[in-house]
């Protein structure tokens, strides 16, 4: 059975919907426009806000995971590409998350920027961002409670990470000239020093990746609800 959950574990995974999961729990346990469930004693652990929804599996029932995702109708679910097969949500194009042990020692010097100037910088080809207003607040609300990380140099490069407990994950890197997007990666690992780090990622941008150390785990992808599913 899956239930309405007011407390959420901290999962010590190498999962980006674990992390993602316990991101959000850390940053909005008390908002009740964000929810959680578990299904059953912990197969699978479901968050949603604002219609977006992430899927954690582990022995999940997924005829059940199945009739419980097509009811509540998300615009869009997260997950590892096998549970989105299951569960009749094949996603338009692969994720691969790749991780490696965030052991740069060090701190390169970021640029102090505005929350719309750090959009900006993130507002590329590429990268699906929110609408502005939603993602100033929910920035902010994660960088002020210490969950999140900013690197950024004025009209080059920024990127952002979401954490939880021992684990990050980046929610966004973009660099407007090349070289850049290194010295960012370099940067945020840096600042997140001793972490296990995580990153999703499309494959046109994974040989970037696996350059700067990182492996890949396993495939994800983000399943997207179009016009003729609503």
Same mark, same amino acid.
């Given at each position: 059975?899956?239930?309405?959950?007011?407390?959420?574990?901290?999962?010590?995974?190498?999962?980006?919907?674990?992390?993602?999961?316990?991101?959000?729990?850390?940053?909005?346990?008390?908002?009740?426009?964000?929810?959680?469930?578990?299904?059953?004693?912990?197969?699978?652990?479901?968050?949603?806000?604002?219609?977006?929804?992430?899927?954690?599996?582990?022995?999940?029932?997924?005829?059940?995971?199945?009739?419980?995702?097509?009811?509540?109708?998300?615009?869009?679910?997260?997950?590892?590409?096998?549970?989105?097969?299951?569960?009749?949500?094949?996603?338009?194009?692969?994720?691969? @998350?790749? #991780?490696? =042990?965030?052991?740069?020692? &060090?701190?390169? /010097?970021?640029?102090? !920027?505005?929350? $719309?100037?750090?959009?900006?910088?993130?507002?590329?080809?590429?990268?699906?961002?929110?609408?502005?207003?939603?993602?100033? @607040?929910? #920035?902010? =609300?994660?960088?002020?409670? &210490?969950?999140? /990380?900013?690197?950024? !140099?004025?009209? $080059?490069?920024?990127?952002?990470?979401?954490?939880?407990?021992?684990?990050?994950?980046?929610?966004?890197?973009?660099?407007?000239?090349?070289?850049?997007?290194?010295?960012?990666?370099?940067?945020?690992?840096?600042?997140?020093?001793?972490?296990?780090?995580?990153?999703?990622?499309?494959?046109?941008?994974?040989?970037?990746?696996?350059?700067?150390?990182?492996?890949?785990?396993?495939?994800?992808?983000?399943?997207?609800?179009?016009?003729?599913?609503?």
């Amino acid at each position: 059975m899956i239930t309405l959950v007011n407390e959420i574990p901290h999962f010590e995974n190498l999962s980006a919907e674990a992390v993602k999961i316990n991101c959000l729990y850390d940053s909005y346990k008390n908002d009740s426009s964000v929810m959680f469930w578990a299904q059953d004693d912990g197969k699978a652990y479901i968050s949603m806000t604002d219609g977006n929804m992430i899927i954690f599996s582990i022995e999940p029932d997924f005829e059940e995971l199945s009739t419980f995702v097509s009811v509540l109708n998300p615009a869009c679910v997260f997950s590892d590409l096998e549970t989105l097969k299951k569960i009749d949500k094949l996603p338009p194009e692969n994720i691969n @998350v790749v #991780y490696r =042990k965030a052991d740069i020692e &060090g701190e390169t /010097k970021s640029d102090s !920027i505005s929350s $719309k100037e750090l959009y900006g910088l993130l507002d590329v080809k590429g990268l699906s961002l929110p609408e502005y207003p939603y993602f100033a @607040v929910d #920035y902010c =609300k994660r960088l002020n409670s &210490g969950k999140a /990380k900013y690197f950024a !140099i004025k009209n $080059k490069c920024a990127v952002i990470t979401f954490n939880s407990g021992n684990y990050a994950i980046i929610n966004g890197l973009a660099s407007k000239e090349k070289g850049y997007g290194s010295i960012a990666l370099k940067a945020i690992l840096q600042k997140n020093y001793g972490k296990n780090f995580l990153v999703c990622c499309r494959d046109s941008v994974l040989g970037f990746y696996q350059k700067n150390g990182f492996k890949k785990l396993y495939n994800a992808g983000y399943w997207v609800k179009t016009n003729e599913c609503k």
